[in-house]
């Protein structure tokens, strides 16, 4: 399950914060979003490698399960 929320954000704000995710390679503005509240939530905590891949899950879906990332990343794949 999931709420979506609303944010209101001045201009300047709004276009630094749009620069900064994607000088960062975040794919949307809100997956900066949601990282800066997961980090500030669990700060001071060890998270897992597990608990990073469940919390990004739906993005890497989203972007990663696709014909034309299987043709770019082909290279990097072990043949057997």
Same mark, same amino acid.
């Given at each position: 399950?999931? =709420?979506?929320? @609303?944010?209101?954000? @001045?201009?300047?704000?709004? @276009? =630094?914060?749009?620069?900064?995710?994607?000088? +960062? *390679?975040?794919?949307?503005?809100?997956?900066?979003? +949601? !990282?800066?509240? +997961?980090?500030?939530?669990?700060? *001071?905590?060890?998270? =897992?490698?597990?608990?990073?891949?469940?919390?990004? !899950?739906? @993005?890497?879906?989203?972007? #990663?399960?696709?014909?034309? !990332?299987? =043709?770019? #990343?082909?290279?990097?794949?072990?043949?057997?």
């Amino acid at each position: 399950m999931s =709420t979506q929320i @609303s944010l209101k954000l @001045s201009d300047k704000m709004f @276009s =630094t914060a749009l620069d900064y995710a994607d000088e +960062r *390679g975040y794919d949307t503005l809100q997956d900066f979003i +949601r !990282e800066l509240i +997961r980090e500030r939530l669990f700060e *001071g905590e060890q998270t =897992t490698g597990k608990a990073t891949y469940l919390a990004s !899950e739906a @993005s890497l879906a989203r972007n #990663w399960l696709s014909k034309e !990332e299987d =043709t770019a #990343w082909a290279h990097l794949q072990k043949e057997t």
